[in-house]
């Protein structure tokens, strides 16, 4: 970022105007790299976002987000810098790369500019790659060649009048980017189905029947509920009421009783799958085909009769598994982070 300059005005573009958004006459560079060592590139060149940094990275190519809220840890600086190099991966998740799933263990061909492929600011992880070299060519004549070749002379309000949404930022104080949840937490936070818990997301919490139909409601989209609340345990203004409402409606759960709902009882994990279950039923036209087996976990015998079908379903569909190889512990709670996770494997079939 801290190589970009200036902003172009509406109107004609002139060289002078490519000049003053590029004017160190820096060239391009192409480096390889590993997908771990570009997370150490991001990591370190956002470890104080979103405070502003003339490091932090402008990118085309690439979706990524920052949790802001977890610490950058790091215990040594790049050599010849004042720069930290990243002790492990805290801050930073990566989406895609070149349109794919993100890979740790693959090789990408990264465009930059010689001052950051050769280690400067906080990019020492691309002048530590094996492979990289400058090409000589002036980033402004690059940039002019752009315009004038590839957009036909108009930079255009259509193509560039709103950012591409590459970049993302969270904050939760107790989620790290190497915990096993991480980009389930990323996701439901980013689609919006899920919610922190004031500086943190509270993956180990129960979730409650509240919280787990208030999910399932918005992934509905959230619809007109118009139908008697017959709750007395369920106020007509909290922010789940509507879900209540709408999840009694239409079979997603009963109640607890013919007039209790109890919103805020810890939801097991047989209940969990049943809630998924229904909703799913609710969703498909279609008969729900049941493919899973529970003959191979040892406390089968322990999930309820009326969850049985929920569970087989779960298993079968790979929204849920067990807690070893052989236990499926029915009847433990069910934590925030694991239904983050059920819900990114449900939403990505």
Known sequence: GGGIRASIAAGDITKKDINTVLPFGNTLYVV????????????????????????????????????TGAQFDTKELYPGSTYGKPASINRVMIQTVGGEAFNPEETYTIVTNDFMGAGGDTYYAFKAASSGYDSGVPLDEVVMDYITSE???????????????????????????????????????????????GDGFSPNLAINRGMMVTVLYRMAGSP???AENPFTDVPADTWYTDAVIWASENGITAGTSETTFSPTN?????????FFYRFADFENPDPIEI??????????DQVASYATDAMKWAIGEGLISGTTETTLSP???????????????????
């Not at 590139?41 to 949790?67: D, H, K, M, R, W």
């Not at 493919?291 to 089968?300: E, I, K, V």
């Open 151 to 197: 957009l036909k002379g108009v930079v255009s309000q259509a193509q560039y009048g709103e950012t591409d949404n590459r970049i993302h930022t969270i904050s939760y104080n107790d989620v790290k980017a190497g915990d096993w949840y991480a980009n389930a937490v990323n996701y439901v936070t980013l689609t919006g189905l899920m919610n922190g818990t």
């Open 291 to 300: 493919t899973g087996d529970l003959t191979g976990f040892s406390d089968a």
């Open 266 to 274: 810890s939801l097991t994990r047989e209940q969990l799958a049943t």
């Open 32 to 67: 390889k790299v590993t997908g771990a060592e570009l997370l150490e590139a991001l990591e370190a060149s956002t470890y104080c976002t979103p405070e502003a940094i003339g490091g932090f990275p402008q990118v085309a190519g690439i979706e990524f987000t920052v949790n």
């Open 224 to 226: 007109e509920v118009t």
């Open 331 to 349: 009847k433990a709670t069910a934590t925030r982070a694991q239904v983050a996770t059920i819900l990114m494997r449900y939403t990505a079939e």
